[in-house]
């Protein structure tokens, strides 16, 4: 195996291992975040009833990189789910680590106003 398909296995198993001890409720939903190589995805999962209940991505967000673009889209998810109603979310990082665009995500959410 090289090293790029050696990465992506390893990502798999951190997320596999996090899925095993989190999961969304309808009182304390999940907040999922997913990153490829160009955008950023981030839904807010009430997985008991298994229906998203906010979505955001950076593909529509104007900013000059993505740790930017990634802080904006946690600001804008926590505006959509205060408007829901919904303050209290697990993080889900997806198996990605925590740095960079994840952390900016996070950290942007949390000063949007969302608890996790």
């Known amino acids: 195996m090289n090293k790029s398909t ?10 596999m291992r996090i899925r095993a001890k989190i999961s969304g409720t309808a009182d304390m939903p999940r ?3 997913y990153k490829s190589n160009k955008q950023m995805y981030a ?11 906010v979505a955001i991505t950076t593909q529509k967000i104007s ?7 990634a802080k ?3 600001i804008e998810i926590a505006k ?3 408007s829901k109603k919904i303050k209290n979310v697990v993080f889900d990082r997806g198996g990605f680590i925590y740095t960079g665009q ?15």
């Open 43 to 53: 839904q807010i999962i009430d997985d008991a009833n298994g229906t998203t209940l």
């Open 63 to 69: 900013g000059k990189g993505m740790l930017e673009k």
């Open 72 to 74: 904006t889209a946690g």
């Open 6 to 15: 050696i990465k992506y296995e390893k990502r798999d198993r951190r997320h």
């Open 80 to 82: 959509l789910a205060l």
């Open 31 to 33: 907040l999922s975040v």
């Open 102 to 116: 994840i952390k900016a995500l996070a950290d942007g959410a949390r000063e949007g106003g969302l608890t996790f």
